[in-house]
C-alpha cells in the first residue's frame, strides 16, 4: 500500500511569488491535515480537509489556502510568500485518529 | 496559545538507559494522546498511543503513561538504543475535535553509544 506523497521533495521560491504543494492520501483516507514546521519549531496546523471540504483552519493568514479533490489528493497555495514562510511542510491523512495520522516525507519550502 | 508543551528541546541518554521524555497538556477536553518519532528529512511517525481511560499503554520497548490530574504524560524507552535518537512529539485529540491533532514542539532524543 503506497504511503502519503508529497510533490514537491523541494522548492526554492522568491519572495512575493506563489507556492503550491501537493498531497496524495493513503487510498481510502478520506482526511488530509496540513502542517507547517518551521526552524526549531514544532508541527502547525494549517489545514484540514474532508470529503472535499475544509474542516477547520489554523491561526494562519489568508495567504494559506487549499483545496481537497474529488480523489481526496490535496493541494496547499501559499500566496505572496514571505521569508518566514521558509519551512517543511507536512501533509498527513488519516482514517481514524485511534492509528494516528499517516505523514508524507514532506516539501522543502524555500523563500529567498 | 500552547495547548501541548514539551519543555525539554533536547534529552542525552546512554545506550541501555531509560529515556524518559515529558509532555504536559492544558486542554481539559483532551482525551487521546499520541506519541511520533520524527528523524531528518522524513515525516513523524506514529509511535503510542493511549486513551484518557487509561493510565498506561506498553508497546515493545516503549511505554506512555498518563496522570490526568496533573495533566501530564510520558513516553518511557527501555533500554534506548541508538536508533532511537530522533525528534519524538506528543500530541492530543479531544473526542469532539473529530480527529485533529495538536502537537507539541518535540524533544530531540540522543542515546550515545
Known amino acids: 500500500e503506497a504511503g502519503v506523497t508529497q510533490s514537491p521533495t523541494h522548492l526554492i521560491k522568491t519572495r512575493g511569488q506563489q507556492a503550491t504543494l501537493r498531497c496524495s492520501p493513503i487510498?481510502?483516507?478520506?482526511?488530509v491535515y496540513w502542517y507547517q514546521q518551521a526552524l526549531g519549531l514544532g508541527l502547525q496546523f494549517l489545514l484540514w480537509?474532508?470529503?472535499?471540504?475544509?474542516?477547520n483552519r489554523g491561526n494562519f493568514p489568508p495567504r494559506f489556502s487549499g483545496r481537497q479533490f474529488p480523489n481526496y489528493s490535496s493541494e496547499l497555495n501559499v500566496n505572496a510568500l514571505e521569508l518566514e514562510d521558509s519551512a517543511l511542510y507536512l501533509c498527513?491523512?488519516?482514517?481514524?485518529?485511534?492509528?494516528?495520522?499517516?505523514f508524507g516525507s514532506g516539501t522543502r519550502l524555500t523563500v529567498v | 496559545d500552547q495547548q501541548v508543551k514539551q519543555n525539554s528541546p533536547s534529552l542525552s541518554v546512554q545506550e541501555g538507559r531509560i529515556s524518559i521524555l515529558n509532555c504536559d497538556y492544558t486542554?481539559?477536553?483532551?482525551?487521546?494522546f499520541l506519541w511520533y518519532k520524527k528523524y531528518p528529512a522524513e515525516g513523524p511517525t506514529f509511535l503510542i498511543s493511549?486513551?484518557?481511560?487509561?493510565d498506561k499503554n506498553e508497546d515493545g520497548r516503549f511505554t506512555v503513561f498518563l496522570n490526568k490530574s496533573a495533566k501530564h504524560l510520558s513516553l518511557h524507552i527501555v533500554p534506548s538504543q541508538p536508533g532511537d535518537s530522533a525528534v519524538y512529539f506528543c500530541?492530543?485529540?479531544?473526542?469532539?475535535?473529530?480527529?485533529?491533532?495538536?502537537f507539541g514542539s518535540g524533544t530531540q532524543l540522543t542515546v550515545l553509544p
Open positions: 498527513a491523512s488519516s482514517l481514524w485518529v485511534g492509528t494516528g495520522y499517516t
Open positions: 487510498s481510502g483516507h478520506t482526511s
Open positions: 480537509y474532508d470529503e472535499g471540504e475544509e474542516r
Open positions: 486542554n481539559s477536553m483532551f482525551d487521546y
Open positions: 493511549i486513551s484518557s481511560i487509561k
Open positions: 500530541a492530543a485529540t479531544a473526542s469532539g475535535s473529530a480527529r485533529q491533532l495538536t
